[in-house]
């Protein structure tokens, strides 16, 4: 059974800094496209960045550009987002995903339904 479960997520000041990780397991993800996305409450779940199996290509949402960094390990199964410079507005549940039905793709995808699977959610809280 393919799991994908996400960690790091918390309560931090404005400012600060946040490593959320994102485990995969019962299975290798080496082959698949990934992506971090974000959902607020009441708000529609947007994809914050996008990585593609190999590293090749990254997406980064306007939003959180040149303070966010995705990043991946595949010997060890495991995706990343460094998020700097936090503000308020990340506040949100974190999800991780992953695109298993088309290996090795060589471009990224912000779209929810390009990802056939998907963690539980972590909660990152950013206060002022």
């Known amino acids: 059974q393919a799991h994908l479960v996400e960690s790091g997520g918390g309560l931090v000041q404005a400012g600060g800094s946040l490593r959320l990780s994102c485990a995969a397991s019962g299975r290798t993800f080496s082959s698949s496209g990934m992506a971090w996305f974000r959902q607020a409450p009441e708000k529609e779940r947007e994809v914050v960045a996008a990585i593609t199996w190999n590293s090749g290509t990254i997406y980064y949402a306007d939003s959180v550009k040149g303070r966010f960094t995705i990043s991946r390990d595949n010997a060890k199964n495991t995706m990343y987002l460094q998020m700097n410079s936090l503000t308020p507005e990340d506040t949100a549940v974190y999800y991780c995903?992953?695109?298993?039905?088309?290996?090795?793709?060589?471009?990224?995808?912000?779209?929810?339904?390009?990802?056939?699977?998907w963690g539980q959610g972590t909660q990152v809280t950013v206060s002022s």
């Open positions: 995903a992953a695109d298993l039905n088309r290996p090795n793709l060589g471009v990224t995808s912000s779209r929810v339904g390009a990802y056939s699977y």
